[in-house]
């Protein structure tokens, strides 16, 4: 914490009693652990020796890699087998290939667990369409390693570019980057006016978390409005 607070929200409506963690070395112990990495918002990343010590600290460690498709080195799914009954690693597809509203993502686990979700979800859980415009999309290398380094270069030229505009970067992932503001929420606002959506945080009214710009077109666009506001 702070993080995604939707997991927090899922397992607090199922009955678990939520602790929110700052410190890997405070999670030891519990039954179920979910750590985002890299976290949203504030970008915090976790080596994969790290996190698989701590699975077994753990009774279930569900590692939510929403934002790993731009650094694989991070990612914990290839140590995942059959009979690995700690760990779940959740992966998004629509951030990375720009397709939210396809609603397809993945679990990763062992065999058992997997059964389990399963059945809880149903057998028309994703549509057809959705798995093989999927398929399709995670077939095609060539696209996916030309977008990786496309983004790369795309949030290094916007962290600069909104530095340049008076705002203190905290911290820099491929595809979103939080900044520090003197008044995030009125500055968030006042963006909304110029048709510009950034996330602010109530309970941290001072931060702002800027997804990635799709071209020099819409961060030339941003770079304007911060000018006029900060």
């Given at each position: 914490s702070p993080t995604y607070n939707e997991h927090a929200a899922a397992l607090t409506a199922q009955g678990w009693r939520v602790n929110a963690i700052t410190d890997l070395q405070d999670a030891g112990g519990h039954d179920l652990v979910t750590l985002v990495n890299p976290n949203n918002p504030d970008g915090r990343r976790w080596?994969?020796?790290d996190?698989?010590?701590?699975s077994s600290r753990v009774g279930l460690l569900v590692v939510d890699e929403s934002f790993a498709d731009t650094e694989e080195d991070r990612s914990i799914a290839s140590h995942i087998n059959a009979k690995e009954d700690r760990i779940v690693?959740?992966?998004?597809f629509g951030k990375f290939f720009g397709l939210a509203g396809l609603r397809l993502g993945f679990a990763i686990s062992a065999r058992e667990i997997a059964d389990q979700m399963?059945?809880?979800?149903?057998p028309w859980s994703v549509s057809g369409p959705a798995l093989a415009i999927g398929l399709q999309a995670l077939s095609d290398q060539?696209?996916?390693l030309g977008m990786r380094s496309k983004v790369e270069k795309q949030s290094l030229k916007q962290a600069d570019q909104?530095?340049?505009c008076g705002l203190n970067l905290v911290a820099n992932t491929c595809l979103f980057m939080e900044f520090e503001a003197e008044d995030g929420i009125e500055l968030s606002q006042s963006l909304m006016s110029e048709h510009i959506l950034v996330r602010s945080f109530p309970d941290r009214p001072n931060?702002?978390?800027f997804g990635l710009c799709k071209d020099d077109f819409e961060l030339d666009k941003l770079a304007s409005a911060l000018k006029k506001h900060v």
């Open positions: 080596s994969p020796e996190v698989l010590a701590l690693v959740l992966r998004s399963v059945k809880a979800f149903g060539t696209w996916i909104i530095s340049s931060r702002l978390r």
